[in-house]
């Protein structure tokens, strides 16, 4: 079946370094969404990207997806500590609205 | 953005008990809902598509007759986790796609519900 892999799986920044995560899947994706998740939340829509090679910016946050659409990047300029979280891309996994979620990278920022 | 509520947000079971978690759309309708399972630091796993009107769709590996969909309505679905054992116990996640156009949309999720089972 489908796999979606994130790396690296946790990261500690000091507060003003950056971050970037990075998301492979097995097969092509026709989209890819990132969601944030807090410690003890539930997962947040952050994004969704369509275009093959296509960049998106929110902020100090710059999504990207692959030129094969089966990879993506986050990446978090000047982290603050309200970026803690879990990032997770997700892309559809067959079925309506389905989709797989990545395995997620656990971003801790240290004031 | 379009609100999902869960009920409730934790609950303490004794073994070999039933538990019903309540999804709920609050502002849209929802004919489609799908039911998570997060273990602690870990992704998240679908379990099931919950379908309004029709049987429930589920993941290869979930048993559909320990966890129990049942989506009513245009605004609810529930999840019944029968005979809940200890390794049951995890963190449950509902989530809706919000309306629009096209294949790919946006999931609204639920605040979760944490179950332990002793």
């Known amino acids: 079946g489908q796999q979606v892999m994130q790396i690296p799986q946790y990261q500690h920044v000091q507060e003003g370094e950056d971050f970037t995560t990075y998301c492979n899947s097995s097969?092509?994706?026709?989209?890819i969404q990132w969601y944030k998740q807090r410690p003890g939340g539930h997962p947040v829509f952050l994004i969704q990207?369509?275009?093959?090679?296509e960049v998106k910016k929110q902020k100090r946050l710059t999504f990207q997806f692959g030129e094969a659409k089966k990879n993506s990047s986050l990446h978090i300029t000047a982290t603050q500590t309200t970026d803690v979280g879990t990032y997770f891309c997700?892309?559809?996994?067959?079925?309506?609205?389905?989709?797989?979620f990545g395995t997620g990278t656990k971003l801790q920022v240290i004031p | 953005g379009a609100v999902v509520s869960q009920h409730p947000s934790w609950v303490i079971c004794k073994s070999g008990t039933s538990v019903k978690i309540e999804c709920r759309s609050l502002?849209?309708?929802?004919?489609?809902m799908f039911w998570y399972r997060q273990f602690p630091k870990q992704s998240l796993m679908l379990m099931a598509t919950?379908?309004?009107?029709?049987?429930?769709?589920?993941e290869q590996g979930v048993e559909k007759d320990k966890f129990l969909i049942n989506h009513a309505s245009l605004t609810l679905s529930t999840l019944t986790v029968t005979s809940a054992h200890p390794e049951d116990s995890s963190f449950y996640i509902c989530?809706?796609?919000?309306?629009?156009?096209?294949?790919?949309?946006?999931?609204?999720f639920g605040p979760g519900t944490r179950l332990t089972v002793l």
């Open positions: 989530s809706a796609p919000s309306k629009g156009e096209g294949r790919a949309r946006e999931q609204f």
């Open positions: 097969t092509t994706l026709s989209n």
């Open positions: 990207l369509v275009k093959s090679g």
């Open positions: 997700a892309g559809p996994s067959g079925g309506y609205q389905k989709v797989t």
């Open positions: 502002d849209f309708q929802a004919t489609t």
């Open positions: 919950s379908n309004e009107g029709s049987k429930a769709t589920y």
